[in-house]
């Protein structure tokens, strides 16, 4: 879709008005509101203008685009998909400096897509979602927020899963004095160089960053609670011949990506179908670790204990040489207490430390956000939660919870192929039924409790037999009832299958009667 082709706006501005009871703080009120400026939020943004649908805004916490793209800048930040699959398929770069982008040059790219596609307007950036209410008598959803009140008929949720860091509870750690950040927040007015430093986590943040700080830092201690498995990282600048056919032979990069997509896409038949076909993957990565660490009781100890594709397979060609350095050392023993200037371990320990980097993730099951949302019967989302797991339609919509559309929502996260893609394919449901309750002037929609249900036994009944479940790991993927409620457990285009177009029959719909 090219900006010139866009349709002619149908509805107009955003209206501010008085809020009606006691208060009288202006409301701002639009057909529709998204909550998160990052890849999600921006692909409904777009998709929204393109439908001439220009009564919408994005509620953005950050000052810019981008979400974790924008947040993640640690040293070594860069994708694992590759760079012509990660962007979206409407805005394709034929400009990509390397086969696997680095975070800069992402976040570059999803700036530059939301200036070309004129969205950047529509984002109330700096606005924090205090509460958002379903208010049942108006049909409309209230929204708090750090610059005011809002209102709007359809809520969008597109605050992600990988954005609020997840801080370990480790005793001590507040008296900690020296410097200590995560690596989604990372402290770039502290300077590393000849510090002793402890990196704490070994997932795909910390094995970023282990390699890129290891060169100027004076000791380094790796704090790995389980071991990862590592694959190469085919990584290789694009040559000038590549990006010039990228931009003007025909089809050459739509081939490129197809054929990537393609590649990424057969994984999925080991990581949800078949988990015994993944052995071949442990059998090269071990040995890949035998020739890069010689040192046999440090190889053990990085030697995963669970079946491969368990946890998310990490890409690096320089993490494990990175120990060959003597200033580097893998520290496997459990961290039992944080003091003023050092960590303590379970062996008694003492390790004396000048910084400590928080690579230990996010808060994906049980996302702060969620007990901002509340539903029809004024329970929170996370009350929800709580109750019944993460349990959600088409990892959209959810019961009790009217006209509000989760983007990335529970289960729609891959082990093997672009995010994008599933953004794109949520996108499309979306903007099918935003246009169906237009056209048959529908003031709410909620999904029936019972498809909700049908769905989510489909899921866990397919997840049962993944990887992910059956490969004898603790991740983030499981909730903590257990289930697994992160995951997409098929194949990319399933989703895209289910999710092409607005399956109103799921729903309980009432409409606003004739004009
Ligand atoms: P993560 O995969 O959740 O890894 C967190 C690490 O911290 C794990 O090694 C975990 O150990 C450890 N940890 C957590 N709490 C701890 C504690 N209290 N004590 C000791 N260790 C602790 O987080 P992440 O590395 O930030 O990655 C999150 C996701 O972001 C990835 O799966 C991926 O989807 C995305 N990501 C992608 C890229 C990329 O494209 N290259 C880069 C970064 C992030 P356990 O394993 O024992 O729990």
Redesign the pocket.
């Known amino acids: 879709m090219s900006p010139k082709n866009q349709k002619k706006t149908t509805d107009g501005p955003s209206r501010t008005s008085e809020r009606t009871g006691s208060s009288a703080e202006p409301v701002r009120h639009t057909n529709i509101l998204v909550i998160g400026g990052g890849l999600a939020g921006l692909a409904a943004a777009i998709r929204f203008r393109r439908e001439g649908w220009n009564d919408f805004l994005v509620l953005e916490r950050g000052d810019d685009v981008g979400g974790?793209w924008r947040d993640?800048t640690y040293p070594g930040?860069?994708?694992?998909?590759p760079s012509h699959l990660y962007s979206y398929s409407f805005a394709l770069n034929p400009d990509w400096s390397r086969s696997?982008s680095q975070q800069t040059e992402i976040q570059d790219y999803i700036a530059r897509v939301a200036r070309r596609y004129r969205v950047r307007d529509q984002h109330v950036f700096g606005c924090e979602v205090l509460s958002a209410r379903w208010i049942e008598d108006a049909a409309k959803w209230e929204v708090e927020t750090s610059k005011g009140m809002f209102t709007a008929d359809i809520l969008v949720g597109a605050f992600g899963?990988?954005c609020e860091p997840?801080q370990?509870?480790?005793p001590g750690i507040g008296s900690f004095a020296g410097h200590l950040f995560h690596?989604?927040r990372w402290d770039h007015k502290t300077d590393l160089t000849g510090k002793k430093v402890a990196v704490?986590?070994?997932?795909?943040?910390?094995?970023?960053i282990v390699p890129a700080i290891a060169p100027k830092v004076a000791e380094l201690e790796v704090?790995?609670?389980?071991a990862?498995w590592v694959l190469p990282r085919l990584d290789r600048p694009y040559s000038r011949i590549e990006r010039l056919a990228c931009k003007y032979v025909p089809f050459y990069q739509r081939f490129v990506r197809s054929a990537i997509y393609w590649a990424h896409e057969a994984q999925a038949v080991a990581l949800t179908k078949n988990p015994v076909l993944m052995k071949p993957v442990g059998l090269f990565s071990r040995a890949r670790l035998r020739r890069a660490v010689p040192d046999p009781a440090l190889r053990r100890r990085l030697t995963p204990d669970y079946g491969v594709g368990c946890?998310?397979i990490?890409?690096s060609n320089t993490y494990y040489p990175t120990f060959r350095q003597d200033h580097v050392r893998l520290v496997t023993e459990?961290?039992s207490e944080v003091r003023e200037k050092s960590i303590v371990t379970t062996d008694g320990a003492i390790h004396d430390i000048d910084a400590i980097v928080?690579?230990?993730?996010?808060q994906?099951t049980d996302s702060p956000t969620y007990r901002r949302l509340f539903g029809k019967d004024g329970r929170s989302l996370g009350d929800v939660f709580d109750v019944v797991g993460r349990q959600c339609y088409k990892g959209t919509a959810i019961a009790n919870f009217p006209n509000m559309f989760l983007l990335v929502g529970p289960n729609t996260?891959l082990g093997h192929n672009s995010?994008i893609f599933m953004i794109e394919s949520q996108v499309n449901y979306l903007a099918d039924a935003v246009a169906t309750m237009k056209r048959r002037r529908i003031r709410s929609v909620e999904v029936r409790a019972a498809a909700q249900e049908s769905f989510s036994q489909m899921l866990q009944n397919k997840l049962s037999r993944t990887i992910w479940n059956v490969g004898g790991?603790?991740?983030?993927y499981l909730d903590k009832h257990g289930d697994n409620t992160t995951m997409w457990p098929g194949f990319s285009y399933e989703f895209r299958r289910i999710t092409r177009t607005f399956d109103i029959d799921a729903y309980h719909v009432s409409t606003r009667g004739p004009e």
């Open positions: 974790t993640n930040a860069a994708c694992d998909v696997f899963a990988l997840s370990p509870d480790i690596s989604a704490i986590g070994t997932g795909a943040s910390g094995i970023q704090y790995q609670r389980t990862a946890k998310r990490l890409l459990g961290i928080l690579a230990t993730g996010f994906v996260g995010m790991c603790a991740s983030w």
